[in-house]
Each structure stands twice: as structure tokens, then as C-alpha cells.
């Protein structure tokens, strides 16, 4: 859709803005548009990109069409059945006070490692500083925000394959989403140039776009990461500075 603003019969006075209308959700389902991916699509609604392949029968590489139907419905589970023991349960052997603590204390360190790097050398993806931090709560912000002038490189903040390179999403801009593996993207939004395409493969640190104000009033770079297509804090993977 296509509004003209202005009074004037001066041609230099007329404003033409595109307005973008949002997606269509119907029954629990998702139309796709032109430029929309698989992992665009997953990403609008916060969802793992293999269940939603799952779901509507997508097999790999995860090719899309517009005007296909997406069922946005979740992957039903099967429920689990417990047999009761047969053999009598033999009693726990005593631990030693102190030697639960450490192992308490060690499970939790492991988690703890699990839950940030996941095997992935994440990286600083710009130089500038933070100016927004991840939030649950009003006004969330599903990731963080950082500052910068027009033109600065955007990098890689891994390796991945690009997934999506375009402008479809609203409120991102142009916006980049790289897979790292199976569980993990991040995105990276607001640039003013992109310099990569859906399908190509980058490296860790690789200039990807330049930092821009696409979708937003100043320069900055707006970086997510999703784990399993849910929003978490990039503070938990990203080196101190």
C-alpha cells in the first residue's frame, strides 16, 4: 500500500511512504508474503524453526513459497507412560555434607556454562556501546541495542549460514538472521547496507552490513540470539569488554 502525503502542487513537496501491512493470522496460521523465509516467519512469532517444519512437513533446506499456508499450531507431544518398579528400591547410600555441596556446586557451574557459550565462540558483533539492555519486562527488548555512526561494519557475532536478508519484519529494518547450528540464530537489525544474501556462509567476526537507521530514528545495531526460537539475554554469551 502506497499514501502520498501533500498540499502542494510542487513535486519536490510530495512525501511518498510505503506502509507495510501486517501479516494475517487466521485460525492460528501464517500466509506467506514475498521476501518472507522459513526462519523470518519463525522468528515474528518467537517460535523453534524445526517444529514449525516440523508441523506444516517442510524438509530441508526449509523453502517456502508466497501465498503457502503455515500452520502455526504447536508439535503435539505423546505422553509419557511410567511403569511402576517392580524390584524393591534399595536405599541411598549416605553422602558426606560437605561432598553434596560440592557436587551441587559443580552441577551448577556446568549449567551455568551450558546455558551461555553452548559451544559457540560468540563475539562482539559492533564496537559502540550499549545502550539498551535485554528486558522481559516494559519496554522489552528482546535483545540489546548498541550505539554507533552510519557506515561502522556489523560482524558475524559466529559462523553461520545466512537465513535471512531483507526487510520484511517490521520494526527491525534491514535486518540479517544467521543460523549457527540447530538450536541457535542471532539477528542483527537497522543496518544501512547488507552485504550478504540469504544462503551464504560466514565466518566468525565477517562485516556482514553496516550500522544504519532503518526502521528506527538514530544509528545503532539492535543483535538478538534465540535459543530454539526463544529470546535470551545476549549478556549470558558475549565476552566482557
Known amino acids: 500500500m502506497v499514501l502520498i502525503i501533500g498540499c502542494s502542487h510542487d513535486p519536490a513537496s510530495v512525501v511518498v511512504k510505503e506502509l507495510r501491512t501486517p501479516p494475517k493470522i487466521t485460525r492460528g496460521e501464517h500466509i506467506v508474503r514475498e521476501g518472507e523465509t522459513l526462519y523470518s516467519i519463525a522468528w515474528l512469532y518467537n517460535r523453534d524453526f524445526n517444529e514449525l517444519a516440523q508441523v506444516n512437513g517442510i524438509p530441508k533446506p526449509h523453502t517456502i513459497y508466497p501465498g503457502q499456508t503455515l500452520s502455526l499450531a504447536a508439535v503435539k507431544r505423546k505422553a509419557v507412560v511410567y511403569k511402576p518398579r517392580s524390584k524393591p528400591v534399595k536405599p541411598k547410600p549416605v553422602i558426606d555434607q560437605q561432598q553434596r555441596v560440592v557436587k551441587k556446586q559443580s552441577e551448577k557451574n556446568n549449567q551455568k556454562t551450558k546455558q551461555t557459550y553452548s559451544n559457540i565462540g560468540w563475539r562482539w558483533p559492533s564496537d559502540g556501546r550499549i ?108 565476552p566482557k569488554r
Do not use: C, W
Open 131 to 238: 545502550v539498551s539492555r535485554y528486558s522481559i519486562k516494559a519496554p522489552v527488548n528482546k535483545g540489546i541495542d548498541i550505539n554507533g555512526k552510519l557506515g561502522e561494519p556489523v560482524r558475524a557475532a559466529d559462523g553461520g549460514e545466512v537465513v535471512y536478508a531483507g526487510s520484511e519484519l517490521t520494526g527491525y529494518g534491514r535486518l540479517i538472521i544467521l543460523k549457527h547450528n540447530s538450536s541457535y540464530l542471532s539477528a542483527y537489525a537497522h543496518n544501512r547496507e547488507l552485504f550478504v544474501r540469504e544462503g551464504d556462509s560466514v565466518k566468525a567476526g565477517q562485516k556482514i552490513a553496516e550500522i544504519g537507521s532503518t526502521g528506527t530514528t538514530e544509528p545503532k545495531l539492535h543483535f538478538e540470539i534465540r535459543r530454539n526460537g526463544k529470546p535470551v539475554d545476549p549478556m549470558g554469551y558475549l
